[in-house]
């Protein structure tokens, strides 16, 4: 699994017009599966992201965690983030792991944060949506479970 991580100071998901997750302060994920991933993988990665200090304390040191400043989640699948780009101009998604497969999967992720006592809106898996942010920092980290 591939997680890009953004700390954000608000965010919101749209579908077709309508809101359909929305937080304060917290992260935003953009979530991809590949074919071999397992519920190990959505478990190591619910585990670190929700203790990764990214989050500033008082000395303006990232010594913080999600779970330590109470902050929210907005986890968004995202099939491209295994787009292969090497050869010619248009993205090879061979990588990205089946819909029925990389739903169960980014379902378990989402109820792993939550079971961590993290409040996580999403969007609706596979549709077209319109992602807004306010990109804190910026901080922007990428995760993933194959390295």
Known sequence: MKVVLQRSKKASVMVGGEVKGAIDSGLVLLVGVTH???????????EKIVHLRIFEDESGKMNRSLLDEGGSILSISQFTLYGDCKKGRRPNFMKAAAGSHAEGLYNTFNRLLCEKGVQVETGVFGAMMDVSLVNDGPVTLILDTKD
């Open 36 to 46: 071999e991933d397992t519920e190990q993988d959505a478990a190591w990665l619910a």
